[in-house]
C-alpha cells in the first residue's frame, strides 16, 4: 500500500541533513509551512541553503531558521519586507550569504529543475546588475540571459487538502511556489489543513499530482504566522 | 499665518486616473505596489479590467472589510485582497509566463529614475549597506507588455526623476511606454520623449525646467 501519510512535523523533517539544499514555500506568510519549519529548527539540521522567496518575520518560521544560525544561504528574490528583522541583521554583520534572483527567474528556475531542464534564456534582467557575469545570446534580435536550474535535496510545503497518495490542493494565494517546489525537490514534504480519503480531490481538480509528494503531514490548525509576530513571539517557545 | 507655496499640477488621484483612462476595456492589468494601486480605483464606468497580482491571482477585487481579512489572500505587496467572482489562482511559474509570456497587457509601475530612452530604475538606489531586493519588478518589465509609469514629476528634493541616463541600477533596459507624473503625460518614442498632456496651468517650458533630457511637442 502506498501511504505517504505521517504522523508528526516532526518525523516528516527527520531525515533533512546538514548542508542540505532545501526550498520552502509561501509569499510572506502565505503558504508559509511554519510547523514544518519549527520541527526543523527541532531537528537541528544546520548549513543549510535555502530557497524561499522572502526570510521571514519577526522572530518565526523562517525568520526563526534563520536566527538560529541555520542557514548559511539564502537565495531569494526579496530579502526585506515590513517586519522582517533577523536576516538584514545578520547580512549587514557579513554572517549569512544571499543570491538575489528576480522573482520570476526564481520561479521558472525552480520549475525548470523539476522538469529536467538545466538552464534556459529569460529576457529578465538584461542589461542590470543581476545579469552581470552571465551569459547572454541573442534570438530573433533580442538578448536573454542565460540561467541555471535549481534543485534543492528537499521541500517543505503547505496545503489546504491531501489523500494518501500525496495529491494537493491548495488555499487561495498560498498556491504561489508549492506546485513547483513540489516538483523541484529530491524529497518534498507537505504539511496539510486535512487529509482526505482516496478520491475526494476530484482528479480534474488536483493541483500538484502525488508523484510530486514524498510526505504528507496534517497540521489541523496552523499557526498564523502574522498573529505570532504582532505578539512577539519567538520559537522555540 | 504661514504662507503656502503654490501648489501646481494634478493631484495623485488626478494622475491615477490619467492612467486609467489609457487602460483599454477588456484588459489585463498588473498594478505595482504603492501609487499604482490607485488606479484601480478610477477605471471609467463601462470598462471591465481585469487585475493580476504576481503571487498567483487572476481577478483580484478591492481591499476587504474590516475583520474579512484572510492571511492567504494577499497581494504582491503582502496586504489584504479579495477575489471577483471569475477569479482564478495558481502558481508562480504560470504567474510569471503570463507576465514574460505578454499574456498581461499593461503593466503600471513607480519608478525612481526613468531615462530618456525608457530605462526604468525603480528596484534600487544602490546606496551602500542597503539589503539589495529586487521581487518581481524585472520580470515585469522584461517581456512586451506596456509599461506605464506612475511618479511625481521630481524628487522630494526637487531634482529630476527623468534623466538622460539612470544613475541608479537598472531593473530594465528601454522598457517604459508612457509616464504620467503631476505636470505631464509624457510618450516615451524611438525618437525621444513627447509631452502629450498637460496639466491645468502647466505649461511645456515649466516641464522642461523639471526634466533632464530635452523634451518634444507633437506637431499639431
Redesign the interface.
Known amino acids: 500500500m502506498i501511504n505517504k501519510i505521517v504522523a508528526s512535523p516532526a518525523e516528516a523533517v527527520a531525515e533533512i541533513f546538514d548542508g542540505a539544499v532545501v526550498m520552502i514555500g509561501g509569499?510572506?506568510?502565505?503558504?508559509s509551512p511554519i510547523e514544518l519549519i519549527h520541527a526543523l529548527i527541532d531537528q537541528g539540521a544546520k548549513d543549510l541553503t535555502v530557497i524561499s522567496n522572502n526570510t521571514g518575520s519577526g522572530h518565526v518560521g523562517l525568520a526563526a531558521l534563520i536566527a538560529h544560525r541555520r542557514v548559511k544561504k539564502m537565495i531569494c528574490?526579496?530579502?526585506?519586507?515590513?517586519n522582517s528583522k533577523v536576516?538584514?541583521e545578520l547580512?549587514?554583520n557579513g554572517e549569512i550569504e544571499?543570491e538575489?534572483?528576480?522573482?520570476?527567474?526564481?520561479?521558472?528556475r525552480?520549475?525548470s529543475g523539476g522538469a529536467g531542464i538545466p538552464a534556459f534564456y529569460?529576457?529578465?534582467?538584461?542589461?542590470?546588475?543581476?545579469a552581470e557575469g552571465k551569459e547572454t545570446r541573442e534570438f530573433d534580435g533580442k538578448t536573454y540571459v542565460m540561467e541555471r536550474t535549481i534543485r534543492a535535496d528537499f521541500s517543505l510545503v503547505k496545503c489546504r487538502a491531501a489523500d494518501r497518495y500525496g495529491n494537493l490542493v491548495?488555499?487561495?494565494?498560498?498556491?504561489?511556489?508549492?506546485?513547483?517546489m513540489c516538483m523541484g525537490a529530491e524529497n518534498t514534504i507537505v504539511q496539510t489543513k486535512q487529509i482526505v480519503e482516496l478520491g475526494e480531490l476530484d482528479p480534474e481538480a488536483v493541483?500538484t499530482p502525488g508523484i510530486f509528494v514524498s510526505k504528507v503531514v496534517e497540521v489541523t490548525n496552523p499557526a498564523?504566522?502574522?498573529k505570532l509576530v504582532a505578539e512577539d513571539r519567538r520559537y522555540p517557545w | 499665518m504661514v504662507s503656502k507655496e503654490e501648489k501646481i499640477g494634478w493631484s495623485v488621484s488626478d494622475m491615477a486616473r490619467n492612467v486609467a483612462m489609457d487602460i483599454p476595456n477588456g484588459s489585463y492589468v498588473n498594478l505595482g505596489i504603492g501609487m499604482p494601486e490607485l488606479v484601480a480605483g478610477h477605471v471609467p464606468e463601462g470598462r471591465e479590467v481585469i487585475y493580476h497580482?504576481?503571487?498567483?491571482?487572476l481577478g483580484m477585487g478591492p481591499a476587504p472589510e474590516e475583520g474579512h481579512e484572510?492571511?492567504?489572500?494577499?497581494?504582491a505587496g503582502?496586504k489584504h485582497v479579495t477575489?471577483i467572482p471569475g477569479a482564478c489562482?495558481?502558481?508562480?511559474?504560470d504567474?510569471?509566463t503570463m507576465?514574460?509570456g505578454n499574456h498581461i497587457d499593461i503593466c503600471v509601475l513607480g519608478a525612481f529614475q526613468v531615462s530618456e530612452a525608457g530605462?526604468l530604475a525603480n528596484w534600487s538606489t544602490g546606496a551602500p549597506?542597503a539589503?539589495?531586493?529586487?521581487?518581481?519588478?524585472?520580470?515585469l518589465v522584461?517581456?512586451d507588455i506596456k509599461i506605464f509609469v506612475i511618479s511625481r514629476h521630481t524628487t522630494k528634493e526637487g531634482e529630476p526623476k527623468i534623466v538622460k541616463e539612470c544613475t541608479y541600477?537598472?531593473?530594465?533596459?528601454q522598457v517604459v511606454d508612457t509616464i504620467y507624473t503631476d505636470l505631464a503625460v509624457i510618450d516615451v518614442k524611438e525618437d525621444g520623449l513627447y509631452v502629450r498632456e498637460l496639466a491645468p496651468g502647466v505649461t511645456f517650458d515649466y516641464v522642461q525646467e523639471r526634466t533632464d533630457p530635452e523634451l518634444k511637442q507633437y506637431s499639431p
Not at chain 1, 509569499?27 to 503558504?31: I, K, L, Q, S
Not at chain 1, 528574490?77 to 515590513?82: D, G, H, I, K
Not at chain 1, 538575489?100 to 521558472?108: D, F, I, K, N, Y
Not at chain 2, 541600477?169 to 533596459?173: D, E, Q, R, S, Y
Open positions: 509569499f510572506g506568510e502565505a503558504g528574490s526579496f530579502p526585506r519586507t515590513a536576516f538584514p547580512y549587514k544571499l538575489l534572483v528576480p522573482q520570476g527567474t526564481l520561479a521558472e525552480i520549475r529569460t529576457p529578465t534582467s538584461v542589461g542590470t546588475p543581476l491548495y488555499n487561495k494565494t498560498a498556491r504561489n511556489f508549492g506546485p513547483i493541483v498564523e504566522e502574522s | 497580482t504576481e503571487n498567483g491571482l484572510d492571511p492567504e489572500l494577499i497581494n503582502k477575489a489562482y495558481f502558481h508562480h511559474a504567474s510569471f507576465i514574460r530605462d549597506g539589503i539589495p531586493a529586487v521581487g518581481g519588478a524585472m520580470d522584461a517581456g541600477p537598472l531593473t530594465g533596459k
